[in-house]
RNA sequence: GGCGGCGUAGCCAAGUGGACCAAGGCAACGGUUUGCAAAACCGUCAUUCACGGGUUCGAAUCCCGUCGCCGCCUCCA
């Protein structure tokens, strides 16, 4: 029974989708005017987990997640520039340029991280008529207002306002950041449409004559576009509460008069040395920074270790990010890569015969334990300690020898492809495969071991050394066993 | 000032009042295996959950207070 906890209502609850056996989901997603940095890494990543469990369990999944590339300002909703806009002109290209430059990094650095795309990716400039026609409603509504080209949101019409985020209008009239503005009823009313100036570059017709969107109606257009006026679940990154989702939750709720959403998931922000990793703060790192190595990290960060460090903790807990935690999940992650390849290596020339009962004992035992961490709020660190308990005891069961039957290798198989590969996603068809090679560097090495060998025999154990030290440092790893010298390409080195 | 969260072993990190004298990973130490490595396994590693009270038959988990840290109230995943 899958519980998640409701920003909204502050609890654990009991998962209900809407329509039975359908649930729709909706992520607030990038501005696509900068590369994606690790923060967006453990967002997507936390989400892509909730939604490969919802899948799991059986539910038909629709998942919208938004691509912003109009009105997302650089200041608060009524000061500033339009951040793509910005980079357009910085970079003097179309600002269209620059929202398809970094839409596509932006999913090649998801796609590294075994982040599935979602169903729908609209983007907010493609979206232009949908959000005028919500922004008409509010009008007509009376929850909107117009002053000289531009339409605010009128939160005094709206006396739920306030609720997801905890705070009162009479609060906000107090708190030391939001200004009272000549052309707003309310320091709290927030831009619904924007005039465009002469210089700007993006304008659209309106009824209010050329313009373009505020930046949070896009969520609510476009969410309801594709997911109907009630929805399952919106998640985002916990610091869009106040204004971002407050906002969505007013323009449709003030439009449609029905609830909006069900269930409002929110995960915590990444830090880097314990302070919030941040644009304003100039202490982010960008994923291609970090797969690459260079500076901040220096050391190229596999994406699958990035990926298994983010599931590590829960979503809703802040991650701090330093390479002493990123090493240790790295190894954390590569023993469980190990015993994949040692059962995938070993399905063949395995003896035949059903699972015994200690295999199946386990696999019963960790598929319930695993669901369980699962089911409670999509805790993937439970999850992942049991991938690992579970990987302890496949490997002591290989070690001797006795217990395990072709069946029995497969069936461990499937449980990693399943709750580690369908799930979480940490295993993949790559997982139990040595890194691919040109077919003359195989050779090669396997003739350089074939000499080493002969060096073993006779006794010349420095040498052999040698030449393994000289390996590894050329990224080759060699194992030596009773059936003979082993290798593979290293995972993550440079090559 | 208002709202919210956190403080669990050397480090990272789960833990929804009772099977917790607290998962899992990393590190460390001892051992098995190995010519040596690597990999893997076994054992040791928090009688205790920031601190002080309280509620309860029972608390890391609930309540109050203290200290420390962080986030939101501007843009941010």
């Not at 901040?296 to 596999?302: E, F, G, K, S, V």
């Not at 598929?367 to 805790?379: G, I, S, T, W």
């Not at 990987?391 to 492809?417: C, K, P």
């Not at 440092?473 to 009773?482: E, F, H, I, Y």
Request: charged share 25%.
């Amino acid at each position: 029974m899958l519980k998640v906890y409701n920003s909204l209502t502050r609890r654990l609850e009991q998962f209900e989708p809407l329509h039975e056996g359908f649930v729709g989901i909706y992520v607030c997603g990038p501005t696509v005017y900068g590369h994606s940095h690790v923060g967006h890494a453990k967002s997507y990543v936390s989400f892509d987990a909730v939604v490969r469990y919802l899948r799991f369990l059986g539910y038909r999944v629709r998942y919208v997640q938004n691509i912003t590339d109009v009105g997302h300002l650089t200041d608060d909703a009524d000061a500033g520039e339009d951040k793509v806009d910005v980079k357009a002109r910085q970079m003097g290209v179309a600002p269209m340029e620059v929202a398809q430059l970094y839409t596509r990094s932006y999913f090649e650095d998801m796609d590294a991280l075994n982040v599935q795309r979602p169903d729908i990716s609209p983007c907010a400039s493609g979206h232009i008529p949908e959000q005028i026609a919500l922004i008409r409603k509010l009008v007509d509504g009376g929850h909107a207002y117009e002053v000289d080209g531009a339409v605010y949101f009128d939160v005094q019409s709206f006396p739920e306002y306030g609720r997801l985020s905890g705070r009162n209008l009479d609060e906000l009239l107090e708190g030391t950041r939001v200004e009272a503005r000549g052309d707003k009823r309310h320091p709290a009313d927030f831009a619904l449409w924007k005039k465009s100036e002469p210089g700007h570059i993006m304008r659209w017709d309106s009824p209010w004559g050329v313009g373009y969107p505020g930046w949070h109606i896009e969520c609510s257009a476009m969410s309801m576009a594709y997911l109907g006026e009630t929805f399952d679940i919106h998640g985002g990154g916990i610091e869009n509460i106040f204004p971002h989702h407050e906002d969505e939750i007013a323009q449709a709720e003030a439009a449609t008069g029905q609830q909006f959403v069900r269930y409002w998931l929110h995960n915590n922000m990444v830090t880097v040395d314990g302070q919030k990793m941040g644009k304003s703060l100039g202490n982010f790192i960008t994923l291609k920074d970090a797969f690459a190595g260079r500076p901040p990290l220096d050391t190229p960060i596999r994406p699958m270790v990035m990926r298994y460090f983010i599931l590590t903790s829960h979503y809703r807990s802040p991650l701090d990010f330093s390479m002493g935690a990123l090493e240790a999940a790295g190894k954390g992650l590569e023993r469980i890569e190990n015993a994949v390849r040692r059962v995938r290596e070993s399905l063949r020339g395995t003896v035949e015969g059903a699972p015994s009962g200690q295999i199946q004992q386990l696999l019963d035992e960790t598929r319930e334990k695993f669901l369980a961490e699962m089911d409670n709020d999509f805790n993937t660190a439970g999850a992942i300690g049991e991938m690992s308990a579970f990987t302890r005891e496949v490997n002591r069961l290989m070690d001797e020898g006795d217990a395990v039957t072709r069946d029995g290798l497969e069936a461990v198989n499937q449980l990693y492809e399943q709750l580690g590969g369908q799930v979480l996603g940490i295993v993949t068809d790559e997982s139990g495969r040595a890194v691919e090679s040109a077919g003359i560097e195989s050779d090669l090495v396997d003739a350089m071991l074939e000499v080493r060998e002969d060096l073993r025999k006779a006794g010349h154990y420095e040498l052999a050394d040698g030449v393994r030290r000289r390996l590894s440092k050329l990224g080759v790893q060699v194992k030596d066993s009773a059936d003979g010298p082993t290798w593979r390409f290293k995972k993550g080195a440079p090559s």
